[in-house]
């Protein structure tokens, strides 16, 4: 067995082989290193210019917007598989959220219900929606970031969305 860390997140996950993708944040495999060669983006001691912050506080009100729909549709979903896959999925945006404010060092703001719908099809189209939003806005911060940390982290999250998408295709 053995320690790894991904960079973007900072969580550390044990296995024989490094996972292809981060079990949390859904970085990348990367992104994840060996623990004795991580260097996790939150510990990273640098400046952020105030383009960024304002780019990573738009990016927490998307992530926990996100991850309060997302329990909204696994609470609407009937199938089983639907309601875990929405389950993880605002795991994942939780843990987005939870990365900015560590690059900010900021509390987690208080996370507000969201609507969804009472049909799968509309929330999975609803899902595309978001994610479709959050790729363009990322894509477009990650060029706007003058740090490498928070440049990184924009790549990162930016194909954790764009892998979501690919996710829910297979749904419709
Ligand atoms: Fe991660
Ligand atoms: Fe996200």
Do not use: W
Request: glycine share 6%; net charge negative; proline share 2%.
């Amino acid at each position: 067995m053995k320690l790894y860390i991904c960079e973007i997140c900072g969580d550390a996950y044990i296995g024989e082989e490094k996972p292809t993708d981060c079990p949390f944040c859904g970085a990348r495999g990367n992104f994840i290193k060996s623990a004795n060669e991580a260097e996790p983006i939150a510990e990273i001691k640098a400046e952020i210019s105030e383009l960024s912050k304002n780019n990573l506080l738009e990016t927490l009100g998307l992530e926990t917007k996100a991850n309060a729909t997302y329990l909204c549709m696994a609470g609407q979903a009937k199938d089983y598989q639907i309601i875990k896959m929405y389950k993880r999925l605002a795991r994942v945006e939780l843990e987005h959220a939870i990365i900015v404010t560590k690059l900010l060092k900021i509390a987690m703001p208080e996370i507000k219900l969201e609507e969804c719908f009472g049909e799968d099809i509309k929330n999975f189209k609803k899902t595309i929606e978001l994610e479709d939003h959050a790729v363009e806005l990322y894509k477009k911060f990650a060029k706007e970031a003058q740090e490498t940390h928070v440049r990184k982290f924009f790549g990162a999250i930016m194909q954790a969305e764009a892998g979501h998408i690919e996710l829910i295709r297979n749904y419709l």
